[in-house]
């Protein structure tokens, strides 16, 4: 330092006086000045430097880092990693360009960027072609998943019309949301288009459970599993099973509730993003079969909730065989066998209510699931607690980055003003303060990184700490001694500077 390493000036010759926060010092040539510089009164104590408490993570939570995570408990829900991975695997998907050499149209209405996700048939039973495409929305830019249903016409725009407004309104986490319906001639045909909520990354229940990871083929695990069924491998854990059949129940409860029917329950219109379960295209149907010389619509709509709950027993019928072939009707006998051996009376029970032919309400089900409803939802909130606590960790680095931009735009900045813009004032000081914080190196000259060190100093700036900083210049010439408060008073009148030149 300076005053440490000065070999010009004997002790006797040199002295110190601090005004401000900020120490002078002076040699015996320069004892006319003293009496400029009023005197700053000594206090009798010392107050330790108050330290900020709110911005300092203060490590994991003894709750959360006892969490065993390898319990049966927690098996169906996903740890930091996954989560993380899952995070950028979507944020991937979702910046995906549209393909160069297409014959897509450049705009669909508000909607550009077209990026074809798949064509196939709505369903086993309706031979309506679809199409399925991500797009970015002019207006407010977000990505939305649209459905294009080739060739089609509709017959009675306003009851149409009136069904529609019925699915649009629809609002559950276990749904995919329809946002609005228009036609288009775009594609040299008159299709419907549907616009849903886009959620990247979204596995089918088709995909996860039921095709084979080796060849790719549907159905065929029949024989791979005939042999595997009575010690049970390869099958779910009843507490995953369970907490599908919760979120599925929920779903079309829903749907039934609004006065509405599902009409396409199968692996196909179930998608998965990481452990949320969803029905996907929902209305759809009602658009392709819709018949407008109903004479009973209340009638109509009873009969399909009903056919809705048949849908759902031999969907959970198939997961529990995880086989698609376990649902023909000449297996399902042998099918419900193999689950009263393996899984309990419970599930085994709910699946013979939503098969049988008597009338049946979705609302039937929830004392069938029983307690199991508190086992899924302790681990439910286990989860949150460890995402809450892995949240608390990035909390402050939006609030840091905005500290790093002011500091980035400020220092050594040419010509704002004057080209010593940066190199005078306020601004020489954030300098010799980025010096200190990001360029510190050790006794032998090597470079000190220290990403706690960096961490405190920028939240001590942020949150304007009386805590004193000393700051040396680079030719060890210049000492200032400042409190963090005086830096961030020179950080922010600095950076007002440069906002009102950009006017």
Not at 186 to 193: E, Q, W
């Amino acid at each position: 330092m300076a005053y440490s390493s000065d070999t010009t000036h004997s002790s006797d010759s040199v002295y110190m006086n601090t005004m401000g926060g900020t120490t002078y010092f002076f040699s015996s040539q320069t004892e006319t000045l003293e009496a400029t510089i009023p005197e700053e009164p000594v206090a009798a104590t010392t107050e330790p430097p108050a330290i900020d408490l709110k911005h300092t993570y203060p490590g994991p939570a003894s709750h959360v880092t006892k969490i065993q995570t390898t319990n049966p408990l927690f098996s169906s829900f996903l740890t930091i990693d996954e989560v993380k991975q899952q995070l950028l695997k979507r944020n991937e998907i979702t910046n995906t360009l549209p393909p160069t050499n297409t014959s897509l149209p450049t705009e669909l209405d508000n909607y550009h960027s077209l990026v074809p996700l798949e064509t196939n048939t709505i369903g086993q039973k309706i031979p309506q072609i679809a199409s399925t495409f991500k797009a970015t929305n002019s207006v407010d830019g977000m990505r939305y998943c649209l459905r294009r249903l080739h060739g089609c016409r509709l017959q009675s725009l306003k009851t149409f019309m009136q069904v529609l407004e019925k699915w649009k309104k629809l609002q559950s986490s276990n749904i995919v949301k329809l946002r609005e319906v228009f036609t288009s001639k775009a594609f040299g045909d008159h299709s419907l288009i549907l616009v849903y909520d886009y959620h990247a990354g979204a596995e089918t229940l088709l995909n996860r459970y039921f095709r084979n990871p080796e060849t790719g083929a549907v159905g065929s695990f029949s024989d791979r599993y005939a042999s595997s069924r009575s010690n049970n491998k390869n099958l779910l854990y009843e507490n995953e099973l369970w907490w599908i059949i919760m979120q599925l129940t929920a779903a079309v409860r829903v749907v039934h509730t609004n006065g509405l029917a599902c009409r396409t329950l199968d692996p196909t219109k179930v998608i998965f993003s990481g452990k949320r379960l969803r029905l996907s295209f929902l209305g759809v149907s009602d658009i392709v079969l819709f018949d407008p010389n109903e004479s009973s619509p209340f009638n109509v709509i009873t009969h399909h909730q009903q056919e809705d709950l048949t849908s759902l027993g031999k969907l959970i019928l198939a997961l529990a065989c995880k086989n698609l072939q376990s649902i023909q009707r000449d297996r399902i006998q042998s099918s419900i066998e193999m689950v009263s051996r393996v899984y309990s009376n419970d599930l085994r029970h709910l699946i013979l209510y939503l098969l049988s032919t008597n009338e049946r309400s979705i609302s039937e089900c929830m004392p069938m699931i029983g307690a199991r409803f508190y086992v899924q939802i302790d681990a439910l909130q286990t989860q949150t607690d460890i995402l809450e606590d892995e949240l608390s960790k990035e909390m402050e680095n939006g609030r840091l980055y905005r500290l790093l931009v002011k500091l980035g735009s400020i220092n050594e900045r040419p010509g704002l003003v004057d080209m010593s813009w940066s190199e005078t004032g306020d601004r020489y000081m954030l300098k010799l303060f980025r010096d200190y914080v990001f360029h510190t190196v050790t006794a032998e000259g090597k470079p000190w990184l220290c990403n706690a060190h960096i961490v405190q100093c920028l939240n001590k700036l942020d949150a304007g700490s009386d805590e004193k900083v000393q700051l040396v210049s680079r030719d060890e010439q210049s000492v200032l001694v400042v409190t963090y408060n005086e830096l961030k008073n020179c950080l922010d009148r600095a950076f007002q500077e440069l906002l009102d030149a950009s006017y």
